[in-house]
């Protein structure tokens, strides 16, 4: 939306009062008939206004045609800068000079080069670029503010504003980045799996292992009777078994888990890590679906996951605002959890909250009523906020935090009564733990 005003700054308000204070001499000195040539001072200084006033309007016409473009890239990895570039057209035939340009960027991240801010000389016919460079922290979305444009008539009596918040680009996702996603091998992700590609075991399938020799307690049905007859010895054909477990993640961002400095917060690592275990599953018969319930409702359905699809994970964790901007908390539906997910059998809820909504723990218990797998992984505060703090400061944050760790307590209670086991984790722990449970499932729930 873009919105021009026009003002009249200091030195027009000091003329209006010599003018007013001009015509209230002259007048009656006029009447007297004493000195008829004052009169044409404030006559003078008043037609000076409308003239500055008629061509400040023709400049204000010209600031509103002006094209504002921004460039930069929309979605970064965390903890990497983004270039800024604000091209400013002049198309017309009306100059600017001159005019200040503020372009402000995400107040979630860092100047780390140039400046946001600059006076161009903008003739006719050309084009002005102010460019900089802002790092950016924090997993989720970071929205620019509005662009400025300033300038002013020739004898600076008015000040023509622009204010445009409907520029091209106008918020970066800052994604998660996993190991696979940098080329680095992701063995070490996936070091708990057990058929993180094909298995091979006895089975059928359409993929064809190899024939080899009949070994006693293998199965009878699988031997090929006319490698037998060639070989005049029994023979067996062996296949790839297609081994699969469904998995959703599902991530709770309530207020507090968005909560902190950004980069450190608990929500970056609860996507660092959803976004390693998505990856951990490239080229395993494995599927996997994301649900982001709380601030948000934002999911991806079950899916295979490749090198493609990666993406579609990691921009969906990063759709999740970073700043707030209403309190409710949207709570998870069964529709939004089943239905909406494309889940058909038994699967493995890995269910990541910090417990303190009351929405999460019943949608948990009618997970397990339904037969489902539920592990919950719970970031405990004290773990992520606080470590840097000391003495007197880290006293105080634990007094803040006793009200919600007696609603963490409870609502562990009622899941352990429940029989689902929640395991509270830190930054360092968390994708260990996720991996054990996720093993657990695949070795007590054969396909």
Same mark, same amino acid.
């Given at each position: 939306?873009?919105?021009?005003?026009?003002?009249?700054?200091?030195?027009?308000?000091?003329?209006?009062?010599?003018?007013?204070?001009?015509?209230?001499?002259?007048?009656?000195?006029?009447?007297?008939?004493?000195?008829?040539?004052?009169?044409?001072?404030?006559?003078?200084?008043?037609?000076?206004?409308?003239?500055?006033?008629?061509?400040?309007?023709?400049?204000?016409?010209?600031?509103?045609?002006?094209?504002?473009?921004?460039?930069?890239?929309?979605?970064?990895? !965390?903890?990497?800068?983004?270039?800024?570039? @604000?091209?400013? &057209?002049?198309?017309?035939?009306?100059?600017?000079?001159?005019?200040?340009?503020?372009?402000?960027?995400?107040?979630?991240?860092?100047?780390?080069?140039?400046?946001?801010?600059?006076?161009?000389? *903008?003739?006719?016919?050309?084009?002005?670029?102010?460019?900089?460079?802002?790092?950016?922290?924090?997993?989720?979305?970071?929205?620019?503010?509005?662009?400025?444009?300033?300038?002013?008539?020739?004898?600076?009596?008015?000040?023509?504003?622009? &204010?445009?918040?409907?520029?091209?680009?106008?918020?970066?996702?800052?994604?998660?980045?996993?190991?696979? =996603?940098?080329?680095? $091998?992701?063995?070490? $992700?996936?070091?708990?799996?057990?058929?993180?590609?094909?298995?091979?075991?006895?089975?059928?399938?359409?993929?064809?292992?190899?024939?080899?020799?009949?070994?006693?307690?293998? !199965?009878?049905?699988?031997?090929?009777?006319?490698?037998?007859?060639?070989?005049?010895? @029994?023979? @067996?054909?062996?296949?790839?078994?297609?081994?699969?477990?469904?998995?959703?993640?599902?991530? $709770?961002?309530?207020?507090?888990?968005?909560?902190?400095?950004?980069?450190?917060?608990?929500?970056?690592?609860?996507?660092?890590?959803?976004?390693?275990?998505? =990856?951990?599953?490239?080229?395993?018969?494995?599927?996997?679906?994301?649900?982001?319930?709380?601030?948000?409702?934002?999911?991806?359905?079950?899916?295979?996951?490749?090198?493609?699809?990666?993406?579609?994970?990691?921009?969906?964790?990063?759709?999740?605002?970073?700043?707030?901007?209403?309190?409710?908390?949207?709570?998870?539906?069964?529709?939004? *959890?089943?239905?909406?997910?494309?889940?058909?059998?038994?699967?493995?809820?890995?269910?990541?909250? !910090? /417990?303190?909504?009351?929405?999460?723990?019943?949608?948990?218990?009618?997970?397990?009523?339904?037969?489902?797998?539920?592990?919950?992984? $719970?970031?405990?505060?004290?773990?992520?906020?606080?470590?840097?703090?000391?003495?007197?400061?880290?006293?105080?944050?634990?007094?803040?935090?006793?009200?919600?760790?007696?609603?963490?307590?409870?609502?562990?209670?009622?899941?352990?009564?429940?029989?689902?086991?929640?395991?509270?984790?830190?930054?360092?722990?968390?994708? !260990?733990?996720?991996?054990?449970?996720?093993?657990?499932?695949?070795? /007590?729930?054969?396909?």
């Amino acid at each position: 939306m873009s919105r021009v005003s026009l003002g009249i700054n200091s030195l027009g308000k000091v003329l209006i009062v010599v003018a007013a204070t001009l015509f209230s001499i002259a007048i009656p000195m006029l009447w007297l008939e004493a000195v008829p040539s004052l009169i044409l001072m404030p006559i003078v200084i008043y037609l000076l206004l409308v003239g500055g006033w008629l061509y400040s309007r023709l400049r204000a016409a010209s600031l509103e045609r002006l094209e504002i473009v921004r460039e930069c890239p929309r979605v970064v990895r !965390d903890g990497e800068e983004a270039v800024v570039r @604000l091209r400013i &057209r002049n198309r017309g035939w009306v100059g600017h000079y001159p005019i200040s340009v503020v372009d402000h960027y995400p107040s979630s991240t860092r100047l780390v080069g140039g400046s946001n801010k600059a006076v161009f000389y *903008l003739p006719p016919r050309s084009e002005a670029v102010l460019t900089y460079r802002i790092r950016v922290r924090g997993v989720g979305t970071h929205v620019f503010g509005p662009v400025y444009l300033r300038t002013r008539d020739v004898l600076s009596i008015y000040t023509i504003e622009r &204010r445009d918040a409907a520029v091209e680009v106008s918020a970066i996702r800052c994604v998660p980045v996993p190991a696979v =996603a940098t080329g680095d $091998s992701y063995e070490a $992700s996936s070091r708990y799996m057990i058929g993180v590609k094909t298995s091979i075991e006895h089975g059928y399938s359409m993929e064809f292992k190899e024939i080899r020799e009949y070994v006693p307690g293998d !199965d009878t049905r699988f031997i090929d009777w006319k490698a037998t007859a060639r070989r005049a010895e @029994l023979m @067996l054909r062996e296949y790839y078994r297609e081994s699969e477990s469904d998995i959703v993640i599902v991530i $709770s961002a309530t207020r507090q888990m968005l909560a902190g400095r950004l980069g450190e917060r608990r929500y970056d690592y609860v996507a660092r890590v959803a976004a390693e275990i998505v =990856a951990s599953q490239i080229h395993s018969y494995n599927r996997v679906g994301l649900v982001i319930t709380g601030v948000a409702r934002l999911a991806v359905p079950l899916t295979r996951v490749t090198e493609a699809s990666l993406k579609r994970f990691t921009d969906t964790l990063a759709r999740v605002p970073i700043f707030l901007g209403r309190d409710e908390y949207l709570l998870p539906t069964p529709s939004m *959890l089943i239905q909406g997910m494309g889940v058909m059998g038994k699967t493995l809820y890995i269910y990541i909250t !910090d /417990l303190t909504m009351e929405g999460d723990v019943e949608m948990i218990s009618l997970l397990r009523r339904m037969g489902h797998v539920v592990y919950v992984i $719970s970031p405990a505060a004290v773990h992520f906020d606080i470590r840097e703090l000391e003495g007197v400061d880290r006293v105080l944050y634990l007094a803040s935090q006793v009200e919600t760790e007696e609603r963490r307590r409870e609502a562990e209670d009622r899941l352990g009564a429940m029989g689902v086991p929640v395991v509270e984790v830190g930054p360092d722990t968390m994708f !260990d733990y996720i991996m054990a449970r996720f093993e657990e499932f695949r070795r /007590l729930t054969p396909t």
